[in-house]
């Protein structure tokens, strides 16, 4: 008799355990809404992977739940990654993709970007990043080495931006006359800036970005592609008569702050869920932007998009951004320097 209580106590906590087990995958996120967060304006390059992504990324999660791609543009995706820190769920029903520059602000700008990178989520990257610098045919800049006796009016966003930040910290270590003209909410306005002749030319874009958005340009037609920023060579690139930026540089210094830029390429399409996402969540989600970027509908959608497809894994991202907040705080501290804005020397009051 005794025993038979005993059983049936064992019996009804198992039951009980069973009915406060959590969900499966399946049943977790079954007729759920997942916000894809995309860290950038409508119409540039890093929209159009977020967005594709989007398309093709659900049937890779169990449940196969809706997906909603929801733009929050803005300080080159620091807006966005605030966000995700204070108000994103932290159930697994928001991810997102960001600016690399974004990941690493703290570490260069900590009074401005207060958020805790090593706290997010690494899912993976879609790509490597190469950047370049363009000019207008009719600008006086035909190649790289003009740009010591040359200024080059260019579009840019915020500090923070790559098309702000490649330029202003060329004009501090080589001495270029990039004339930087910040203030553009994205590329899509820069491009449009250089085309009607407000500005003369473009620093720090993506090459996957201006094949999407300008295939004529990214042919050499209209514009000149003058220097690259890759770890390694860029054949297209090279071929249109753009020189490696490593060929300008002249001490080790340059060389170390150069790397800190690039580097931050290896890691070019970043995606991140908030903190305190479940570990198994976390899982899914990187395995399943892993098939979604290896499969045939999403690189259907790529090639018709003409985007460049290379991924790295989730904890491939987190380690590359390990290593450059491990940077000696001396070094890091030149950086910074190296993307402050110039000061204006004061004019000398006349004698009067």
Known sequence: MVLSRYFSVLGGLALAALLVAPATAAEFYKGKQVELT???????????????????????????????????????????????LAKAKRDGTVFGAFFPSALIDPLIRPKRSKYDVTKFNFLGSINKTARQCIARKDAKVKKFTDLFKHELTIGA??????????????????????????????????????????????????????????????????????????????????????????????????????????????FGRPYVAPPDVPKDRVKILRVALKKTWASPGFLSDAKKLRLDVDPISGPQVEKLVKELYALPKDLVAEIVATTKKPRKKKKKKKKM
């Not at 473009?202 to 295939?215: E, I, N």
């Open 157 to 266: 966003t915020a500090r923070g931006g790559s098309t702000r930040d490649f330029a202003v910290m060329l004009n501090k270590i080589l001495g270029t006359k990039f004339k930087v003209i910040s203030g553009y909410k994205g590329s899509a306005g820069i491009m449009l800036a250089v085309e009607r002749g407000e500005v003369q030319g473009l620093c720090g874009y993506a090459w996957s970005s201006l094949k999407k958005a300008r295939p004529d340009w990214a042919r050499g037609e209209k514009v000149n592609i003058f220097v690259t920023f890759t770890m390694k060579p860029h054949k297209p690139m090279e071929a249109l008569g753009a020189e490696p930026i490593w060929k300008f540089l002249k001490t080790d210094k340059q060389r170390k702050i150069l790397s800190f830029f690039i580097k931050q390429q290896e």
């Open 38 to 84: 995309i860290g950038a304006n409508p119409g540039g390059g890093y929209n159009a992977y977020a967005r594709a992504t989007a398309r093709n990324v659900a049937q890779f999660i169990p449940g196969n739940p809706t997906i909603i791609p929801r733009n929050r543009g803005g300080a080159g995706s620091r807006l966005a990654l605030n966000w995700m």
